[in-house]
């Protein structure tokens, strides 16, 4: 007899290697062709719901790590919502408009001037939809779980009839206005233009310095001081109201020649060169915020100067106190909007200074420049002129410069809803909870928003303008162009005049010839996305508003939280989110910056193609996502081996479950042993903490909590010592049974657990546990934590157990370094324990020789009655002998006994009576 084929080894075509390249797309054919999606939503209907509103990534390239990151937390959270008695449902979405399509078209060559908006539009479009096939493609290969195919996309006509409504609803309440804002504009042809249609050439400059006498010094500063500022432009120091300077920047009062001009501290030498100072003297230092409000005068008109504090001012040239002409910049209108400046802008459609410029009125800026500058000079104020080269803007189709110029846009007035927002940002749940402060103080500081754009690919702003310029934006109106834009896109807009544009026989008493202007600026691409609470959430049947969620990367505070937020509140008073959640960027190994240039950018297509999508999704589980992660080769290898630890769980476990029916089988909770009865207690505490954890969207705790349970609780000590009992005894020993049991248990529960997480995996172990029922584990709910009887007596007695388990094994490790024993059961383990430990040992009543995986042990007397060669640790003195006695050829375990059955001569006696019992017909 080969007494090795009546060991039950473990048995299941569950392959050891994942393999999860070549098997993951293999899973997910599987899913599309079931439909996992709506099977999942057809099982939870009913149920009360969960949104999770996807905020749109733009459909341009291949995905990146934080896309990767981004959508594996959310499928993570929209898949153990629906195992938790939730309904989920997760609806992708794109945002499709804006500037970097029309950028990629011009890139591939497309002439934008030889066509008409409409058919550089039906381009855009096109394009936007082959880049949303791409990522649909990617996103789907990370294993993300969503209505792949029914997606909500910007550029959708029920998409844009909505959002028209929601800037309807905000210009009803008197929250859309028109004001003036820089833009770049083009005097040669004389009209704003895009960014897309700016190119970049070098031109000759003059380079002034310019001192700004104190008026009202505020106690911090004299009124003998100059404040210095340095311009490219002199052209523009007829618009001047202002001064920024940065409030953490550290500024100095310098005297030279009896003047005295103030600078900042970093670029004092720089400037001092510039200008030429000698013996230029520090006289007084000066922070930067102490500065505010301090009044200068300007240089050439009776007009104050207004001191003001600006993030957007550096060290990078000038003095660090910047020219700020709210009418001639981006940077200073947004303060000047802050600090309540006028818009001020002395030039013309045809770049011709106006009469708002006294002195310089009918000359080109160009031109004025020279005039301006001996005008400085006459005033004492001018202190250097120079000429530089640098690279400047220019008009795309004249190739003559352009200027920052402000022109009429359209606004959106935060103002006068502030306090609604702020509310709203109070009432929102916030992960982390800095999340509230940062957005708070952004609502509070904010100006208005600028919500047009002079671009063509992108919503168009639905004003209309009566004969006498006024603007014409009705409930009619607003109703007419949804309904237009929903069954025919907003195209129409582009490809019909006003008058086909307006409701049928509309008139008004601005018109009365009956002619009408449309707008031709569309809306910002934030004003798009920001939409998508009533374009999505509104508008489709399977999802609600407010959202449950709001999952984006921190940028997003600034951007889709911030533009989602204000376009809510104006409309229904709230906000579209209960929570909002947000996540760090994605870096490289040391903490940089993921660029092409550095070649330190981890793509996930090879990540997918080389490791898996189950272990980036198991990466993303292991990071502290909520701040700033890293990732490289060598974190994802570290990923890998925790992954291989948990397949190899999952293994064994289905390994020796191969002849285990649950429905005969099982042993009930009172008849288990106390050993397997403790794991079980271990497994419902990890169920508990797993649950919390998924609720608390933390993750890495989760990732933890699962290795150390198969590593630790399973694999170190429970499956170490179950394999003398799942092996070596007969089929339907009760041990064997109980063990079994709790084998099961440990399986259905982990697989749910992880199956947010490993989503492939959990659906590839499912197929092979025995008896389950549906088709995948994602058509199941979680395991509900039970509150097992006499828990916490019995969690504590095998916890100290395994304490001193553990101290036998370190005696067991030392033993064999000393070359005492090899394997340990070829040992015997004598024990001198204290009055703990005794009492410990004698309640047990399993098998403590198999328990501690060894062929003899005693408890030989008290821990002072330990000879000297013992081990000393804090449980017992420990002392470890060769086990005597011959190795049983089936269970390797050293005994004096083996041999005493003659039939059986080289087996012990217990493995001879299985044998007799269970095997005779193998001899």
């Known amino acids: 007899m080969e007494y090795k084929d009546t060991l039950l080894m473990p048995k299941t075509e569950?392959?050891?290697?994942?393999?999860?390249?070549?098997?993951?797309?293999?899973?997910?054919?599987?899913?599309?062709?079931?439909?996992?999606?709506?099977?999942?939503?057809e099982r939870t209907k009913g149920r009360p719901i969960f949104v999770l509103h996807d905020g749109p990534p733009y459909a341009n390239g291949d995905i990146h790590m934080g896309h990767a990151m981004n959508k594996i937390l959310k499928?993570?959270?929209?898949?153990?919502?629906?195992?938790?008695?939730?309904?989920?449902?997760?609806?992708?979405?794109?945002?499709?408009?804006?500037?970097?399509?029309?950028?990629?078209?011009?890139?591939?060559?497309?002439?934008?001037?030889?066509?008409?908006?409409?058919?550089?539009?039906?381009?855009?479009?096109?394009?936007?939809?082959?880049?949303?096939?791409?990522?649909?493609?990617?996103?789907?290969?990370?294993?993300?779980?969503?209505?792949?195919?029914?997606p909500y996309i910007t550029l959708k006509p029920e998409y844009e009839a909505q959002q028209i409504k929601v800037f309807g609803e905000m210009a009803k309440k008197g929250y859309i206005y028109k004001g003036l804002k820089p833009v770049y504009w083009s005097p040669s042809s004389e009209s704003a233009l895009a960014e897309a249609e700016i190119e970049y050439q070098d031109k000759r400059s003059a380079s002034i310095y310019v001192g700004f006498n104190v008026k009202d010094g505020k106690g911090v500063l004299d009124t003998d001081i100059q404040i210095v500022i340095w311009t490219t432009t002199p052209w523009t120091?007829?618009?001047?109201?202002?001064?920024?300077?940065?409030?953490?920047?550290?500024?100095?009062?310098?005297?030279?020649?009896?003047?005295?001009?103030?600078?900042?501290?970093?670029?004092?030498?720089?400037?001092?060169?510039?200008?030429?100072?000698?013996?230029?003297?520090?006289?007084?230092?000066?922070?930067?915020?102490?500065?505010?409000?301090?009044?200068?005068?300007?240089?050439?008109?009776?007009?104050?100067?207004?001191?003001?504090?600006?993030?957007?001012?550096?060290?990078?040239?000038?003095?660090?106190?910047?020219?700020?002409?709210?009418?001639?910049?981006?940077?200073?209108?947004?303060?000047?909007?802050?600090?309540?400046?006028?818009?001020?802008?002395?030039?013309?459609?045809?770049?011709?200074?106006?009469?708002?410029?006294?002195?310089?009125?009918?000359?080109?800026?160009?031109?004025?420049?020279?005039?301006?500058?001996?005008?400085?000079?006459?005033?004492?104020?001018?202190?250097?002129?120079?000429?530089?080269?640098?690279?400047?803007?220019?008009?795309?189709?004249?190739?003559?410069?352009?200027?920052?110029?402000?022109?009429?846009?359209?606004?959106?007035?935060?103002?006068?809803?502030?306090?609604?927002?702020?509310?709203a940002v109070k009432e929102t749940k916030w992960v982390p909870a800095w999340g509230e402060t940062r957005l708070f103080n952004m609502v509070r500081d904010r100006g208005d928003w600028c919500i047009s754009r002079q671009r063509v690919w992108g919503v168009p702003i639905p004003v209309f303008y009566a004969e006498n310029g006024e603007e014409i934006i009705t409930d009619e109106t607003?109703?007419?162009?949804?309904?237009?834009?929903?069954?025919?896109?907003?195209?129409?807009?582009?490809?019909?005049?006003?008058?086909?544009?307006?409701?049928?026989?509309?008139?008004?008493?601005?018109?009365?010839?009956g002619t009408f202007t449309k707008e031709t600026d569309i809306m910002d691409v934030w004003f798009d996305s920001g939409s998508s609470h009533q374009a999505v959430l509104l508008e489709r049947e399977d999802l609600v508003r407010p959202a449950d969620l709001y999952l984006e990367g921190s940028d997003q505070y600034r951007g889709w939280f911030n533009s989602s937020l204000s376009t809510a509140v104006a409309v229904t008073g709230k906000a579209p989110y209960k929570g909002v959640l947000s996540h760090g960027f994605a870096l490289d190994g040391e903490g940089r910056k993921m660029s092409k240039s550095l070649g330190n950018t981890v793509v996930p297509a090879k990540v997918m193609n080389q490791l898996g999508a189950d272990i980036l999704r198991l990466w993303v589980a292991s990071v502290d996502y909520q701040a700033d992660v890293r990732v490289s080769d060598a974190i994802l290898k570290q990923v890998a081996e925790v992954y291989r630890k948990i397949r190899n769980t999952f293994r064994f476990l289905l390994g020796n479950l191969a002849d285990f029916d649950p429905t005969v089988n099982k042993v009930s909770y009172e008849n288990l042993r106390e050993v397997d009865q403790f794991m079980l207690v271990k497994l419902n505490k990890l169920i508990k903490y797993v649950r919390n954890a998924y609720e608390n969207y933390e993750f890495a705790g989760i990732y933890h909590a699962v290795n150390n349970f198969c590593t630790l609780d399973l694999s170190a000590f429970y499956l170490d010592f179950a394999k003398d009992v799942l092996y070596i005894e007969a089929e339907n020993h009760h041990d064997r049974r109980a063990i079994q049991t709790v084998l099961y248990e440990s399986l259905l529960a982990l697989t749910k657990l992880v199956s947010p997480i490993l989503s492939h995996t959990a659906d590839e172990v499912w197929k092979f546990i025995p008896n389950v029922q549906e088709e995948s584990v994602q058509l199941t709910d979680f395991p509900e934590y039970r509150e097992l009887a006499g828990s916490n007596v019995l969690e504590e007695k095998w916890t100290a157990f395994m304490k001193l388990r553990n101290d036998v094994l370190k005696a067991l490790e030392e033993a064999r370094n000393q070359k005492v024993i090899g394997k340990s059961l070829t040992a015997k383990v004598t024990l001198y324990v204290t009055d703990n430990s005794k009492a410990l040992l004698d309640s047990?009543?399993?098998?403590?020789?198999?328990?501690?995986?060894?062929?003899?042990?005693?408890?030989?007397?008290?821990?002072?009655?330990?000879?000297?060669?013992?081990?000393?640790?804090?449980?017992?003195?420990?002392?470890?002998?060769?086990?005597?006695?011959?190795?049983?050829?089936?269970?390797?375990?050293?005994?004096?006994?083996?041999?005493?059955?003659?039939?059986?001569?080289?087996?012990?006696?217990?493995?001879?009576?299985?044998?007799?019992?269970?095997?005779?017909?193998?001899?």
């Open 14 to 41: 569950f392959p050891m290697r994942g393999n999860l390249p070549q098997r993951e797309p293999e899973i997910q054919a599987k899913w599309e062709e079931m439909n996992i999606y709506q099977m999942v939503q």
């Open 75 to 150: 499928d993570m959270i929209v898949r153990y919502k629906s195992m938790s008695g939730f309904r989920a449902p997760y609806v992708p979405g794109w945002d499709t408009h804006g500037l970097p399509i029309e950028q990629a078209l011009t890139n591939k060559g497309v002439k934008r001037k030889e066509m008409t908006v409409a058919e550089f539009r039906e381009l855009c479009t096109k394009y936007a939809l082959e880049q949303i096939d791409n990522q649909r493609t990617q996103f789907k290969r990370l294993g993300v779980r969503g209505d792949w195919e029914n």
């Open 237 to 423: 120091i007829p618009a001047n109201l202002g001064i920024s300077v940065h409030p953490d920047l550290t500024y100095v009062v310098v005297s030279v020649n009896d003047k005295k001009f103030l600078i900042a501290e970093a670029l004092l030498e720089a400037v001092t060169k510039e200008i030429g100072w000698e013996d230029a003297v520090v006289i007084q230092k000066v922070k930067g915020a102490e500065l505010e409000r301090i009044v200068a005068v300007h240089p050439l008109y009776d007009r104050d100067s207004l001191v003001m504090l600006g993030e957007h001012v550096t060290t990078d040239a000038g003095t660090g106190c910047v020219h700020t002409a709210p009418g001639h910049g981006e940077d200073d209108f947004y303060i000047g909007q802050k600090y309540g400046l006028d818009v001020l802008c002395p030039v013309d459609d045809k770049g011709v200074m106006t009469s708002e410029a006294p002195g310089f009125e009918g000359l080109f800026y160009d031109t004025a420049n020279k005039p301006i500058a001996q005008a400085l000079e006459d005033a004492g104020a001018l202190l250097k002129l120079s000429f530089i080269t640098h690279s400047y803007p220019h008009d795309w189709r004249t190739k003559k410069p352009v200027i920052y110029r402000a022109t009429a846009q359209w606004f959106a007035s935060i103002k006068d809803f502030r306090d609604d927002l702020l509310e």
């Open 478 to 513: 607003i109703n007419h162009v949804s309904n237009l834009f929903r069954e025919n896109g907003s195209n129409i807009w582009f490809e019909r005049e006003a008058k086909e544009l307006l409701p049928e026989g509309f008139t008004h008493p601005g018109s009365p010839n």
């Open 844 to 923: 047990i009543e399993e098998n403590l020789t198999q328990l501690f995986i060894v062929s003899g042990f005693e408890v030989a007397g008290t821990y002072d009655q330990a000879p000297e060669n013992a081990v000393k640790l804090e449980t017992a003195a420990i002392v470890v002998t060769k086990a005597e006695g011959e190795t049983c050829e089936r269970c390797w375990i050293v005994t004096p006994e083996v041999g005493q059955d003659p039939e059986h001569k080289t087996l012990c006696p217990r493995c001879a009576d299985v044998v007799k019992g269970n095997y005779s017909h193998l001899a």
